[in-house]
């Protein structure tokens, strides 16, 4: 795979840049991410170090990055979901992806999850490319169901909707082993989330 960009006023093109990431995930699951090392994406995605650095600073957001590119379907990031009931928008998100890429992603993020804590950066960048973003997304969501008054805006558990749904993808494997698949979350949303909201 030639590079694609030659220049420090080029950007790779979006192709280049998805392969670039695959690679990355790939070298995630095989040596985890404090094994990870620039040497390696660059030797397995011919890329030079200078390009790597140059588009993403370094290895905790190139990881974040690609993480994020994967897992789009899972995230309400730049979407428009406005179904007109919140029990809709939340399940319009779970519905965003199938089965099979809660799989691929599961692994990752729980690797991740790991190595967050005794990496600050990787903290850091997570919380401002991952956490942050997907909380102002549920704050929209939110803020359409008090406008249409489904929920009332003194609920406190407002303020924790993104807690209850990282809880429950994290606590699936912890209890049972399982990769949170729809039905699951579905179900979740329904009879945790909703009534918590609708109190």
């Known amino acids: 795979m030639p590079e694609a960009a030659t220049s420090s006023h080029r950007r790779l093109t979006p192709k280049r840049e998805a392969e670039l990431y695959e690679a990355v995930l790939s070298l995630l699951r095989e040596v985890g991410y404090d ?5 390696a994406v660059a030797t397995r995605t011919r890329c030079s170090k200078a390009t790597l ?11 974040v990055r690609a993480v994020q590119c ?3 379907g899972t995230s309400l990031m730049g979407t428009d979901i406005d179904t007109g009931s919140l029990k809709g928008d ?4 779970v519905l965003r992806s ?3 890429e809660a799989e691929r992603l599961y692994p990752l993020m729980r690797g991740l999850t790991m190595a967050i804590h005794g990496n600050p950066e990787l903290l850091r960048v997570f919380q401002e490319y991952l956490i942050e973003p997907e909380r102002a997304a549920f704050g929209r969501v939110l803020r359409r169901a008090v406008d249409r008054g489904e929920i009332r805006a003194a609920n406190p558990a407002i303020g924790y909707v993104l807690h209850m749904m990282i809880g429950a993808y994290t606590a699936r494997a912890m209890v049972e082993d399982q990769p949170p698949k729809q039905a699951f979350f579905l179900s979740y949303i329904d009879s945790v989330v909703l009534p918590v ?3």
């Open 197 to 199: 909201l609708v109190s």
């Open 98 to 100: 199938d089965d099979s």
């Open 70 to 72: 994967v897992g789009k």
């Open 90 to 93: 939340l399940h319009a998100l």
């Open 53 to 63: 650095y140059r588009q993403w600073g370094g290895k905790a957001k190139l990881v």
């Open 35 to 39: 094994a990870l090392t620039m040497d």
